[in-house]
C-alpha cells in the first residue's frame, strides 16, 4: 500500500522528461498522437521526400515508425490519418537552379537555408484524409504545379505561394470544390512565369472564401473576368495584383460579391476609369488599386456608401478631379470605419474638404504628390488617432495650422514640397511625443520660419528630419542635439549660418543621410570621420574649409562650392572604397590627380570640376568600370587624350574636358564609346581633323561640344547619320569648306526627348550641365539640357550657301553661323523653324532680301543678319519690331525700321502668297494712309493743344510773347557777338 502511494507520488516526476520531449513537437507543428498513422500513408510521405532536394537536411527527421511525430505532418488524433502536411520553408528561397551540389561544396556557406526543389511525388493521392497542403516559400525551379493535386477532393486549404512554380496553372484544381483558401502568388523577382489559359476552371471552387493570384499571367484569361469571378458568393477576400489584367468593364449586369470585404486590383494594366460597381460591393473593408493605370474622375458614390471601408488605396495612378465625390461617399457615416486612406501620386486638385476630419478612427492620410491646393483644414487636428499624414509634394499654401498639434499619435509629418508662409512654434510640436519622421518645405525660400524658445527640448524623439528651404536660422537648431535617434539629417537652404557644432559629427556614425547644403556654414572639416552604412553626405554650397576628408562609409558626397584646398590624397582608394558619387566642383583643389582615384572601383559619377588641378589628365589611370559620368572641366589638366580611354572607362556616358590644356590630336579610337551622350572638349588646344566615329558611338551620342581648339579640316558628313545629336558646337575652330546639306536629315534635330538621364539615385545632388553660348552670351544648361537643339559653327572659315536643308529641322532653338565666309542669301524656307529662338548670321557674305516669312518666327528673340550684303526692306510685324537697329547695321542695302534709311520704292511683298497680292497691295495702301493720316491726325491735336490755348487765354499769351521777344533779343546780340568775334580774327590773320 504503501509502495502504490509513493509510486503515485513519484509518476509525475518521472513523466517529466516525457513532457519535455513532447512539447518541443508541439512547438514545431507536431501533434502528440498516440495512434501511429498508416503504413500506406507513411511509405507515400517517404516516397515524396525521395523526390525532393532537402540540402539543409530539413526532412532528417522524417525517419521512425510514425510519421505523425515528423517535421510539418499533423494527424488526425482518433485515426491517425495524415490530414495537415506544412512544409512552408522558414527561410528566403532563391532561384538555387542546379547548383545545390556546388553550394554544398563551398566552404563558404556554412548555413542553407531550409529550402525544397525538385519533384513532388504523386504518392500524395495516398493522402486520403488530407485537408491542409502547404508547399509554399520553396523553390521548384520552374516546374509545373502538379496536375494531380486536383485529385485531393479533401483538401481545404492549399497554399503553393512563392514556391517558383511555372508553367500553366492546372485547370483540375477547379475539382477542389471543399477548398476555402487557395494561395497561387507568384514571385515578381523570379525568372520563371505562372500563367492561366482560362478562369473558367475557378466556377467549381464554391466553398471558396480566400482566393490569391498575385503576380499570375491572367492575360489569356482574363476576358470578363469580373463575371467569372463573380459565381464564388461565399469569397471574402480576392487577391489579383499583378496579373496583367486589361479589362475592367464600367458596368457589371449585377454583382454577386455579397461576402467580399478585401479586393486588391494593384499593378495591372487597366488603362480606364474607376467603374462605378465597384463601390456598390457594400461589403467591402479593403480596396486596393495600387499602379493600375487608371485616369479620370472618381465616380459620384452615393452618400454613405462606403461607410464600412476601412482601407482605400488608389496611389500611383493617374487620377484626375477633386476629390469631393470620395468625401460624400465616405460621409453621412454615424461612425465611420476608415482607417487608412492613401490617393498620393496622382493629379488630383482642389482644396482638401472638410469633412477629413470627420474620420476618427482614421491613421494613414497620404495625400502627396498630387495638385492639391489651398491650407491645410484646421478639422484635421481632429484626427487623434492619426500616425502618418503626408501632405507633400502639392500645391497647398497658407500657414500651417496648430491644430496639428493636437494629434498626439503622429509618427509621420510629411509637408514637403509645397507654398507654406507664416511660423512653426512650439505650439505646433509641443505634443506630438511620437513623432519619428519630420518632413517640411517650401518652395518660396524662408517664406516658412521656425521660431523657438532658447532652451526648448522637444519630447520627441526623432529618426528622420528634412527641412528645406525654411528659415531655421541663423543659428544651427540646439534642440536637434538632444535627437539620439536620428539616422537622416536634412537642413538644405534653411540660412543657417556659423559653425557646424562639434556634437553634430560625433553623431556621424548613425547617420545614413547629412544634407546640410545650401547654407552660408563656416569652419573646418574634420579629416577623419565615419558614417552609417553607404551614407549620403551633402554639404554643397556652404563656406567650409579644409583639405580634402577622408571619410569612411560615405557612399555619395558633395562638397561642391566650398573652401575645400590642397591635394587630392594619394590613399583616397583605401579610405572611401565605398564611394559611388563624388562632387567636389567650384573649390581650390591643387595638384595631379592621383591614381587612387581611379582606383574607386564603384565610382559611378566624378565631377572635380573648377578647382586648379594640373598635370597629365589620364596617366597611371586603371580602369573604372561603373564611372558614368567625369567632369574635369575647368582646371590646368594637360596631356593627350589616349586612344585607350574607352577601354579604361567602359561605361561612360558623359565626358567634360572643356576649358583644361589638353593638347595633341583627337585619335578616332577615343570616340569609340558606344555609351557616350555627351562630349564636351571645348576650350583647350586640340587640333587636326574631327575624326571618324564608329556607327555603334555615334547613334548614342546627344551633345557634341569642340569649340576654341584649333580643329581643321572639313566637318564630317557622318554627323549627319546621328540619330540624337541636338547639340553640336564645333564654334571658334579653323574648319573649312560648305556646310554639309545633309544637316537636315539629323533626327535629334526634329524632336525634343529626353536623349540622358542621370541615374535617379544622383538627382537629389546634381544633374549635370554643359556650358553653350547662346543668345550672344554663355549660358548653362542642366535640367533643360534636352529643350535645346542647337547648331554653333560660328567663327570658322566656312564657304558656300546656307543649304536650304537646314530647314528641315523643325525644332531647332538655335543656329549660329557667324564670322565665317558664307555667301548666297538667306533660305526662303528658312521660316519653317517655327521654334528658333536665336538665328546669327553675322559677319559673313551674304546677299539678297531678308524672306518676308521670317516675321511669322514668333519665338525669335535673338537675331543678327549685321555686316553682310543684305538689301531691301526689312520685314515687319510680329517678332521683327522688337529688334534694334544693331540686329542690321553693316548692310548699306537694308532700309526700313528699325534702321533710319526709308524705302525709295516697297519691296518685300510677301512671295509665298501668290494668289493675294492684289490683296496685300491694298492692305499696304491701307496702312500706309492710315500712318500719314495718324502723322496729321497728332500734329492737329499737338498744334491746337498749344497754340489753342493761346488764343483762349490772354495772360498766357501775353506771357508767351514776352517770352518769344527775350529769346529773339538773346539770339540777336549771341549772333553780333560771333560775328564781330570773327571779323576781329580774320582782321589779325590778315
Known amino acids: 500500500m504503501v509502495t502504490m502511494k509513493a509510486f503515485s507520488l513519484l509518476l509525475p516526476l518521472l513523466s517529466l522528461p516525457l513532457l519535455s520531449q513532447l512539447l518541443p513537437l508541439e512547438a514545431n507543428g507536431i501533434t502528440s498522437n498516440t495512434t501511429n498513422c498508416p503504413v500506406k500513408e507513411k511509405r507515400a510521405l517517404l516516397k515524396l521526400k525521395a523526390g525532393l532536394k532537402d540540402p539543409s537536411g530539413w526532412l532528417s527527421s522524417w525517419t521512425g515508425r510514425d510519421c505523425c511525430k515528423w517535421v510539418g505532418v499533423s494527424c488526425d488524433n482518433d485515426t491517425g ?26 566552404a563558404q556557406e556554412d548555413y542553407k537555408p531550409m529550402c525544397l526543389s525538385g519533384q513532388v511525388s504523386p504518392s ?65 523577382y523570379s525568372r520563371q512565369e505562372l500563367r492561366v489559359s482560362d478562369l473558367n476552371w475557378l466556377s467549381g471552387l464554391f466553398s471558396l472564401n480566400y482566393l490569391n493570384l498575385e503576380g499570375v499571367n491572367l492575360r489569356k484569361g482574363s476576358a470578363r473576368w469580373p463575371e467569372k469571378l463573380d459565381m464564388l458568393s461565399s469569397l471574402t477576400e480576392l487577391h489579383l495584383a499583378g496579373c496583367q489584367l486589361t479589362e475592367f468593364p464600367e458596368s457589371l449586369s449585377f454583382v454577386n460579391f455579397t461576402s467580399l470585404s478585401v479586393l486588391d486590383l494593384s499593378s495591372n494594366n487597366f488603362n480606364s476609369t474607376m467603374p462605378r460597381w465597384l463601390f456598390n460591393i457594400t461589403t467591402l473593408l479593403e480596396l486596393t488599386l495600387i499602379n493600375s493605370e487608371l485616369k479620370g474622375s472618381i465616380p459620384a458614390v452615393a452618400e454613405g456608401a462606403l461607410c464600412k471601408l476601412q482601407q482605400l488605396d488608389l496611389s500611383f495612378n493617374n487620377l484626375t478631379g477633386d476629390i469631393s465625390e ?19 501620386t496622382n493629379k488630383f486638385n482642389g482644396p482638401l474638404p472638410d469633412s477629413l476630419g470627420l474620420h476618427r478612427c482614421l491613421r494613414v492620410l497620404r495625400l502627396s504628390q498630387n495638385s492639391f491646393w489651398g491650407p491645410i483644414p484646421s478639422s484635421v487636428g481632429n484626427l487623434s488617432r492619426l500616425v502618418e499624414l503626408d501632405l507633400s509634394f502639392n500645391k497647398m499654401n497658407g500657414t500651417i495650422p496648430e491644430s496639428i498639434g493636437r494629434l498626439s499619435n503622429l509618427t509621420t509629418l510629411g509637408l514637403y514640397s509645397n507654398s507654406w508662409e507664416g511660423f512653426v512654434t512650439e505650439s505646433h510640436l509641443r505634443n506630438l511625443k511620437e513623432l519619428e519622421i519630420l518632413k517640411i518645405s517650401s518652395y518660396r525660400a524662408s517664406s516658412l520660419k521656425f521660431r523657438s524658445t532658447h532652451g526648448w527640448v522637444p519630447e520627441f524623439n526623432l529618426s528622420f528630419i528634412a527641412i528645406k528651404n525654411c528659415q531655421l536660422g541663423p543659428e544651427f537648431p540646439k534642440w536637434l542635439k538632444n535627437q539620439k535617434k536620428l539616422s537622416s539629417m536634412t537642413l538644405s537652404g534653411a540660412e543657417i549660418s556659423g559653425t557646424v557644432p562639434d556634437w553634430l559629427w560625433k553623431l556621424s556614425q548613425q547617420l545614413g543621410t547629412l544634407d546640410l547644403s545650401e547654407n552660408r556654414m563656416v569652419g573646418k572639416l574634420p579629416r577623419f570621420l565615419e558614417f552609417g552604412f553607404e551614407a549620403i553626405v551633402n554639404l554643397a554650397s556652404n563656406r567650409l574649409e579644409g583639405s580634402f576628408p577622408l571619410w569612411l562609409n560615405v557612399n555619395q558626397l558633395s562638397l561642391r562650392n566650398n573652401l575645400v584646398s590642397g591635394t587630392i590624397p594619394a590613399n583616397v582608394d583605401r579610405h572611401m572604397s565605398a564611394l559611388k558619387y563624388l562632387d567636389v566642383a567650384n573649390n581650390s583643389l591643387t595638384g595631379d590627380l592621383p591614381s587612387s582615384v581611379s582606383k574607386l572601383k564603384n565610382l559611378v559619377y566624378l565631377d572635380l570640376s573648377n578647382n586648379a588641378l594640373s598635370g597629365d589628365i589620364y596617366v597611371g589611370w586603371t580602369v573604372m568600370p561603373k564611372l558614368k559620368i567625369l567632369d574635369l572641366s575647368k582646371n590646368n589638366f594637360s596631356g593627350h587624350i589616349p586612344c585607350q580611354m574607352c577601354s579604361l572607362l567602359p561605361s561612360l556616358e558623359w565626358l567634360e574636358l572643356s576649358t583644361n590644356n589638353i593638347s595633341g590630336e583627337l585619335p578616332s579610337c577615343s570616340l569609340n564609346c558606344t555609351r557616350l551622350y555627351t562630349l564636351d572638349l571645348g576650350k583647350n588646344r586640340l587640333h587636326g581633323i574631327i575624326p571618324q566615329w564608329t556607327k555603334e558611338s555615334l547613334n548614342s551620342l546627344s551633345e557634341l561640344i569642340l569649340r576654341s581648339n584649333s580643329f581643321s579640316g572639313r566637318i564630317p558628313e557622318q554627323l549627319c547619320n546621328s540619330l540624337n545629336l541636338h547639340v553640336l558646337d564645333l564654334a571658334n575652330n579653323n574648319l573649312f569648306g560648305s556646310i554639309p546639306r545633309c544637316f537636315g536629315n539629323m533626327l535629334g534635330m526634329k524632336s525634343l526627348e529626353p536623349y540622358y538621364q542621370l541615374p535617379l539615385e544622383f538627382h537629389s545632388f546634381y544633374s549635370g550641365s554643359i556650358e553653350l553660348n547662346m543668345k550672344g552670351r554663355s549660358m548653362e544648361y542642366n535640367i533643360l539640357i534636352p529643350l535645346v537643339n542647337m547648331i554653333d559653327l560660328s567663327r570658322n572659315n566656312l564657304s558656300g550657301e546656307i543649304p536650304p536643308e ?135 491735336v499737338g498744334f491746337w493743344s498749344v497754340c489753342g490755348t493761346l488764343v483762349i487765354k490772354r495772360s498766357w499769351r501775353q506771357a508767351y510773347f514776352r517770352f518769344a521777344e527775350k529769346m529773339k533779343d538773346k539770339l540777336y546780340l549771341a549772333v553780333q557777338l560771333k560775328t564781330a568775334r570773327l571779323r576781329r580774327n580774320w582782321g589779325n590773320r590778315a
Open 81 to 106: 490519418h495524415v490530414v495537415k502536411l506544412d512544409l512552408r520553408s522558414p527561410d528566403i528561397c532563391d532561384d538555387m537552379g542546379d547548383d545545390d551540389d556546388d553550394a554544398s561544396e563551398s
Open 806 to 940: 537646314i530647314s528641315n529641322l523643325s525644332t531647332l532653338k538655335a543656329l549660329i553661323l557667324s564670322n565665317n565666309q558664307l555667301t548666297g542669301s538667306i533660305p526662303g524656307n528658312i521660316s519653317w523653324l517655327k521654334q528658333l529662338e536665336t538665328l546669327d548670321l553675322s559677319f559673313n557674305h551674304l546677299s539678297g532680301q531678308i524672306p518676308p516669312g521670317m516675321s511669322s518666327m514668333t519665338f525669335l528673340n535673338g537675331l543678327n543678319l549685321s555686316y553682310n550684303n543684305l538689301e531691301g526692306e526689312i520685314p515687319g510685324g510680329n517678332q521683327f519690331t522688337t529688334f534694334g537697329p544693331s540686329s542690321f547695321e553693316g548692310n548699306p542695302g537694308l532700309c526700313g525700321l528699325p534702321l533710319w534709311r526709308n524705302c525709295s520704292t516697297p519691296t518685300g511683298l510677301d512671295t509665298q502668297d501668290h494668289d493675294g497680292k492684289d490683296k496685300g497691295n491694298e492692305e499696304d495702301d491701307h496702312g500706309e494712309l492710315w500712318f500719314y493720316a495718324s502723322i496729321v491726325l497728332g500734329f492737329l
Open 326 to 344: 470620395l468625401a460624400v461617399g465616405l460621409s453621412g457615416c454615424k461612425s465611420s470605419s476608415l482607417e487608412k486612406l492613401d490617393l498620393s
Open 124 to 188: 500524395l493521392l495516398a493522402l486520403k484524409h488530407l485537408t491542409y497542403l502547404d508547399l509554399s516559400h520553396n523553390n521548384f525551379q520552374g516546374n509545373p504545379i502538379p496536375s494531380f493535386l486536383g485529385s485531393l477532393k479533401t483538401l481545404t486549404y492549399l497554399n503553393l505561394s512563392q514556391a517558383s512554380f511555372g508553367g500553366l496553372v492546372p485547370p483540375q484544381l477547379g475539382n477542389l470544390s471543399n477548398l476555402h483558401y487557395l494561395d497561387l502568388t507568384f514571385d515578381f
